[in-house]
C-alpha cells in the first residue's frame, strides 16, 4: 500500500490560483474515481473538500477544485485567500478495500 | 450532522494495549486515521455498518481490531502489541464511497518507555 505522491509545499499569492498535484498508479487513481481531497489546519481534525475526483461536498467554496488526468489528480484553488493557508491531503481507495492517502502538502499563502 | 467524538487515548508502553473509542458511528462504514506528530494520515482500519466486513492497513495487521457496537452507537479499536511507531494521533470518521466525510476531534497515544 505506497502512498500516493504530494509535493511537500505550494505556495500563491492572496488572489492567485494554485494547483497541487497527487500521483498514484494505474491500480488506484488511473482506475477508481474515488480521489478526495482534504484541509487540514494546525491542530485540527481534516475537511473533506472534494470527492470523487471533481465533486464539492456542501458548504466547501467553488475556488476549489478537482480534476484527473490519468494517473495523477489535482486540486486548483482559486482566488486564493489567507485562510486556504493549511496542509492538504489527497487519498484514493487502493487494493482489498483499503484507503491510501498523499504525504500532503503544505500550502502557503504569501 | 454527524458528531464524533473518540476517546481512550493515552501514554502507554512499547508491548502495550490500548482501546479507543469512537462515539456517533451511526450506520455508516467507519474508519480510523491516524497522524504522528508532525507528520501525515494514514488510513489504519475500517468496519462495515453490520461489522461483518473488516481491512487493515498491513502495518496494523495481527496487532489491532475494529469492532462496533451499534446499541451504542460506537465504534472502537483496540490496539495490541503497541510499538513506538504507532505513537500518532488517531481519528475516527465516516466513510462513504471511500470519502471519510466526518472526522473526530481525534484522541493522542503515544507509546515511549
Known amino acids: 500500500q505506497s502512498a500516493l505522491t504530494q509535493p511537500p509545499s505550494a505556495s500563491g499569492s492572496p488572489g492567485q490560483s494554485v494547483t497541487i498535484s497527487c500521483t498514484g498508479s494505474s491500480s488506484d487513481i488511473g482506475t477508481y474515481n474515488y480521489v478526495s481531497w482534504y484541509q487540514q489546519h494546525p491542530g485540527k481534525a481534516p475537511k473533506l473538500l472534494i470527492y470523487?475526483?471533481?465533486e464539492r461536498p456542501s458548504g466547501v467554496p467553488d475556488r476549489f477544485s478537482g480534476s484527473q488526468s490519468g494517473n495523477t489528480a489535482s486540486l486548483t484553488v482559486s482566488g486564493l485567500r489567507a485562510e486556504d493557508e493549511a496542509d492538504y491531503y489527497c487519498?484514493?481507495?487502493?487494493?482489498?478495500?483499503?484507503?491510501?492517502f498523499g504525504g500532503g502538502t503544505k500550502l502557503t499563502v504569501l | 450532522e454527524v458528531q464524533l467524538v473518540e476517546s481512550g487515548g493515552d501514554l502507554v508502553q512499547p508491548g502495550g494495549s490500548l482501546k479507543l473509542s469512537c462515539v456517533g458511528s451511526?450506520?455508516?462504514?467507519m474508519s480510523w486515521v491516524r497522524q504522528p506528530p508532525g507528520k501525515g494520515l494514514e488510513w489504519v482500519a475500517k468496519?462495515?455498518?453490520?461489522?461483518?466486513?473488516?481491512a487493515y492497513v498491513d502495518s496494523v495487521k495481527g496487532r489491532f481490531t475494529i469492532f462496533r457496537d451499534n446499541a451504542k452507537n460506537s465504534v472502537y479499536l483496540q490496539m495490541n502489541s503497541l510499538r513506538v511507531e504507532d505513537t500518532a494521533v488517531y481519528y475516527c470518521?465516516?466513510?462513504?464511497?471511500?470519502?471519510?466525510?466526518?472526522w473526530g476531534q481525534g484522541t493522542l497515544v503515544t507509546v515511549s518507555s
Open positions: 470523487e475526483v471533481t
Open positions: 451511526g450506520n455508516h462504514w
Open positions: 468496519i462495515k455498518p453490520d461489522g461483518s466486513a473488516k
Open positions: 470518521a465516516n466513510e462513504d464511497h471511500y470519502r471519510l466525510g466526518y
Open positions: 487519498s484514493t481507495y487502493a487494493r482489498d478495500n483499503n484507503l491510501v
